[in-house]
């Protein structure tokens, strides 16, 4: 069982557009995330959200929300999306909040064109 | 803000070789330390971690190694296999952050036959 699954796996869309991106996980961690990976393989987060406490990277343009319908599911929606916002997106879990290690998973790659 | 980083972008060792990735990291107040491993195509996966009021952590076939002096961070991977081929990152948290782990730039290590 894939403990921390993400959908779509690819998701390929026109400049403007507003997109989502699910993400589930079944391992009941408190805390789960949002990370970007660029084309240089660099990962920075965008969002962690626990227990109803959401954690926002100031560098993250709020074109980006995290939405959590529950514990386990942190979703990503993105409004009127741009160029520079082609990437990789993972979702992630932990435990808690701090020390202890993140889940992540398999990623969605974003392409605007 | 504060960074961690690798110093080598690309490491090539031999199969059956013992590899050594390093890690730089500047923030004095990260206490919490963890090596993640990327294949392609797939999200970061845990290898090891270490706190702080440690120095060495073994695990199967790698070793995390700390010094707090002069903040570095190392893995070794022993006997390497065509397996180890991946992208690894190191990272970081601060006690009580609760903005989940800073990562550095990563090291692809290629395993040649």
């Known amino acids: 069982d894939t403990a921390v699954s993400q959908t779509p796996k690819y998701l390929v869309t026109q400049m403007g557009n507003d997109k989502s991106i699910k993400c589930e996980q079944n391992?009941?961690?408190?805390?789960m995330y949002w990370y970007k990976q660029d084309s240089k393989k660099f990962l920075k987060i965008m969002f962690s959200y626990n227990n109803k406490e959401l954690i926002i990277n100031e560098t993250v343009p709020n074109r980006f929300s995290p939405k959590s319908p529950d514990k386990a599911h942190l979703n990503l929606h993105i409004n009127s999306l741009e160029l520079g916002d082609s990437a990789v997106y993972f979702c992630a879990s932990s435990r808690d909040s701090y020390n202890s290690p993140l889940h992540f998973g398999n990623g969605t790659r974003l392409t605007v064109t | 803000g504060e960074s961690v980083g690798l110093h080598l972008p690309t490491l090539s060792v031999q199969e059956g070789d013992n590899s050594i990735i390093n890690c730089a990291y500047s923030?004095?107040?990260?206490?919490?330390f963890i090596w993640y491993k990327q294949e392609s195509g797939k999200g970061p996966q845990f290898i090891i971690d270490i706190r702080s009021n440690m120095d060495k952590r073994q695990g199967q076939r790698v070793t995390v190694l700390l010094n707090k002096t002069v903040k570095h961070l190392s893995l070794q991977i022993a006997a390497t296999q065509p397996g180890d081929s991946a992208v690894y990152f190191c990272?970081?948290?601060?006690?009580?952050?609760?903005?989940?782990?800073?990562f550095g730039k990563g090291t692809h290590l290629i395993i040649q036959p």
């Open positions: 990272a970081e948290n601060e006690m009580g952050g609760a903005d989940g782990l800073t």
């Open positions: 923030n004095s107040a990260s206490d919490y």
């Open positions: 391992l009941g961690h408190d805390t």
